[in-house]
Nanobody, 117 residues
């Protein structure tokens, strides 16, 4: 059974930092592409950052200078370090896994990030 369990969300003032974690199980983590998406009220879900099995990363232009994605294969966990947060970063953040051995996308339950002005 695949599980992606996010943690680390919360309420923070503009300019502050948060670190999101996503603990994965039931997938071939070290070979999976892991990602963080977010969805704000009334908007479509969008890709924030992804990290490939080899460690390469891809970040959305809106967060490129502020967010960092990393992974710990030994802990089967992916992280999203978010610095210099802005009110427009407010959203539910979802962890995503793409396991190369299955045709499915896997999603966590989401964690709320709220940035106050």
């Amino acid at each position: 059974q695949v599980q992606l369990v996010e943690s680390g969300g919360g309420l923070v003032q503009a300019g502050g930092s948060l670190r999101l974690s996503c603990a994965a199980s039931g997938i071939t983590f070290r070979l999976s592409t892991m990602g963080w998406y977010r969805q704000a009220p009334g908007k479509q879900r969008e890709l924030v950052a992804s990290i490939y099995s080899g460690g390469g990363t891809n970040l959305a232009d809106s967060v490129k200078d502020r967010f960092t994605i990393s992974r710990d294969n030994a802990k089967t966990t992916v992280y999203l370090q978010m610095n210099s947060l802005k009110p427009e970063d407010t959203a539910v953040y979802y962890c995503n896994a793409k396991d190369p051995f299955t045709p499915y996308d896997y999603w966590g339950q989401g964690t709320q990030v709220t940035v106050s002005a």
